[in-house]
């Protein structure tokens, strides 16, 4: 019956309200006390959970590349390529753990130092595309819509991008640095006070039953 009170969805309420508040108040409550040994149970548990998903969805994640490159569907390449990373970051992994490293790079942990090359070559790369994606949606905004949003828009790319070159005037660089710490700034803490409120609502619907995916069988 739809609307009714089914026991599933009731059980899992019953759960996640007392989960969370002995979380909570665990978390509140002083180390050497029962109810913070058992919140810290909850979360080991919470942990290995989590931990346990990761390895079922590289597991899923190496799966469906292996029987799409055994197939040659289209994309195999890109399947390819992602196992062979796989296998190289795994083998980079294990070998740093196993201290199998022989040579110049004895005792050497390559891990950290593939992620940052690697990430930070990505990096690099992205910066460098949004200047075309900037230029190119400015472009867009400006041919359907001129309007002074638009314009301002415009303004601020044009005073941020330029701002970065090595020029004598420092005026526009002295802008930039004003427009980086005052409005984004301002910009960014108000997601993150939106964020951090709309966490808090999700908690106090979790905890209450509120929660529409605790009500739905």
Not at 26 to 33: K, Q
């Amino acid at each position: 019956m739809r609307g009714g009170l089914h026991l599933g969805s009731a059980l899992a309420t019953a759960l996640a309200i007392v989960t969370a508040a002995l979380v909570i108040v665990g978390l509140l409550s002083a180390e050497s006390t029962e109810v913070a040994a058992g919140s810290d149970i909850v979360l080991q548990i919470v942990s290995i959970t989590i931990a346990l998903a990761v390895l079922v969805g590289i597991w899923n994640l190496i799966s469906v590349h292996v029987g799409r490159l055994i197939r040659t569907r289209k994309g195999w390449i890109y399947s390819l390529i992602t196992l062979l990373s796989a296998v190289a970051v795994t083998a980079v992994y294990v070998m740093d753990e196993t201290a199998s490293w022989t040579g110049e790079l004895e005792g050497e942990k390559l891990s950290p130092r593939v992620f940052e090359a690697v990430q930070v070559s990505i990096e690099s790369a992205l910066a460098g595309l949004i200047v075309f994606f900037l230029t190119y949606a400015i472009y867009r905004l400006l041919y359907k819509r001129f309007t002074w949003t638009s314009i301002l828009f415009m303004v601020a790319v044009a005073i941020v991008l330029l701002g970065w070159l090595p020029l004598e005037d420092d005026s526009l660089v002295d802008l930039r640095e004003w427009l980086m710490t005052v409005p984004v700034l301002a910009g960014s803490r108000g997601l993150l006070i939106g964020i951090g409120l709309g966490t808090v609502i999700v908690g106090i619907r979790a905890l209450t039953g509120y929660d529409r995916a605790l009500r739905e069988p």
